[in-house]
């Protein structure tokens, strides 16, 4: 199973906690503690290991470059439309998509073009199903023009357990659609915001994958 290198700090620190718990335990208490505590830290253990799994995800053959491709996995508890977006400038359709503590938490491109907008906000940490996360939570905001000239806007949320959002791209790189750029740690949410004009190939209650499932078509 491949590891994120982002999550080895945390896990090096779990598994050293565990063993330094369960060392001073087996010392100086009796074989009953150790055994209970055994029982309580490995598996917080391995779970901190399996959060930050990165497996290879394989996208669409021949898919042209106006399908949108969903930037995490989660499940679709947003689709609406929305009257006026930031960076789209325009009324559009916002596509929410909630991360689990046990969904993996690499995010990926959602579509190729230039990053033009970056903003990074601090704010509060409401539950990320809460519709309100999306103006009020810590996120970070990237705002890509597509080669035909639409503007897609996606957001990373922080939620009640997720307190960071990691990424690697920068304003004026050139994306390419599929390829890591980041990730959130512990549950979290996922907004992407397209023209009104696109096609939505999704539904709410849709679990999707990211780098794999289309979920939405540009109109071009």
């Given at each position: 199973m491949k590891i994120a290198y982002e999550g080895i700090p945390t896990i090096v620190l779990v598994g050293l906690v565990t063993v330094l718990v369960l060392s001073l335990s087996w010392?100086?208490?009796?074989?009953?503690?150790g055994i209970i505590l055994s029982l309580i830290l490995f598996p917080i253990w391995f779970l901190s290991i399996y959060f930050f799994r990165d497996p290879e995800r394989i996208s669409p053959l021949n898919l042209s470059d106006e399908f949108v491709l969903s930037?995490?996995?989660?499940?679709?508890?947003?689709?609406?439309?929305?009257?006026t977006?930031?960076?789209?400038?325009?009324?559009?359709?916002?596509?929410?998509?909630?991360?689990?503590?046990?969904d993996v938490h690499i995010n990926r491109i959602p579509i190729s073009g230039v990053l033009e907008y970056l903003v990074y906000q601090t704010g509060e940490y409401l539950m990320a199903w809460d519709d309100r996360a999306t103006m009020d939570n810590e996120q970070a905001k990237f705002g890509v023009?597509?080669?035909?000239?639409q503007k897609i806007l996606f957001r990373q949320i922080t939620g009640f357990l997720a307190r960071r959002v990691v990424y690697y791209i920068r304003k004026g790189d050139s994306l390419e659609r599929a390829k890591r750029f980041g990730l959130m740690k512990f549950g979290s949410r996922m907004d992407v915001v397209l023209p009104r004009s696109s096609s939505v190939l999704i539904k709410q209650?849709?679990?999707?994958?990211?780098?794999?499932?289309?979920?939405?078509?540009?109109?071009?």
């Open positions: 010392y100086f208490y009796t074989l009953a503690s930037p995490s996995d989660g499940k679709v508890v947003v689709i609406k439309e929305v009257e977006a930031e960076y789209i400038e325009q009324e559009a359709i916002q596509i929410s998509i909630f991360l689990s503590p046990l023009r597509h080669a035909s000239g209650g849709d679990k999707v994958i990211a780098g794999e499932s289309i979920i939405a078509k540009l109109t071009i």
